[in-house]
Nanobody
Framework: EVQLQASGGGLVQAGGSLRLSCAAS????????IGWFRQAPGKEREAVSC????????YYADSVKGRFTISSDNAKNTVYLQMNSLKPEDTAIYYC?????????????WGKGTQVTVSS
C-alpha cells in the first residue's frame, strides 16, 4: 500500500522558516518523483515543487523560487521541503504526492496534508 506522510507544518511569523518532510512507503522510492502541492482556502491547488528520486532533477513554482529548497534522502525514503523567507501568502495546507513524472496538475498518489500558517 502506497503511503505518503507529510509533517512539519506549523505557525511561523513572516520571514521565518519551516521544513516539511514527506515519508514514503509502499513503492520503489528510487523510481518515483515526489511533489509538494499546496491549497489555500478559496484557492486552487498549486504545484510547489518536485524532485526526481532517480536523478535529483527539480521543479519549483515561480512563487517559491529562491525561497524553497526540495531535497531527497533516498536511504530514508523521505523528501524535504525547506521553506525560508516565508510570506503570509504561503499559508496553505501542503500535500506531498508521488508519480513517475512531475506533474503540476495531478499526481497518482497523495498523502494527507500538513497545515502551514504564516502570520504577518
Amino acid at each position: 500500500e502506497v503511503q505518503l506522510q507529510a509533517s512539519g507544518g506549523g505557525l511561523v511569523q513572516a520571514g521565518g522558516s519551516l521544513r516539511l518532510s514527506c515519508a514514503a512507503s509502499g513503492f520503489n522510492f528510487d523510481d518515483y518523483v515526489i511533489g509538494w502541492f499546496r491549497q489555500a482556502p478559496g484557492k486552487e491547488r498549486e504545484a510547489v515543487s518536485c524532485i526526481s528520486s532517480s536523478d535529483g532533477s527539480t521543479y519549483y513554482a515561480d512563487s517559491v523560487k529562491g525561497r524553497f529548497t526540495i531535497s531527497s534522502d533516498n536511504a530514508k525514503n523521505t523528501v524535504y521541503l525547506q521553506m525560508n523567507s516565508l510570506k503570509p501568502e504561503d499559508t496553505a495546507i501542503y500535500y506531498c504526492a508521488a508519480d513517475l513524472i512531475c506533474r503540476t496538475a495531478w499526481m497518482d498518489y497523495w498523502g494527507k496534508g500538513t497545515q502551514v500558517t504564516v502570520s504577518s
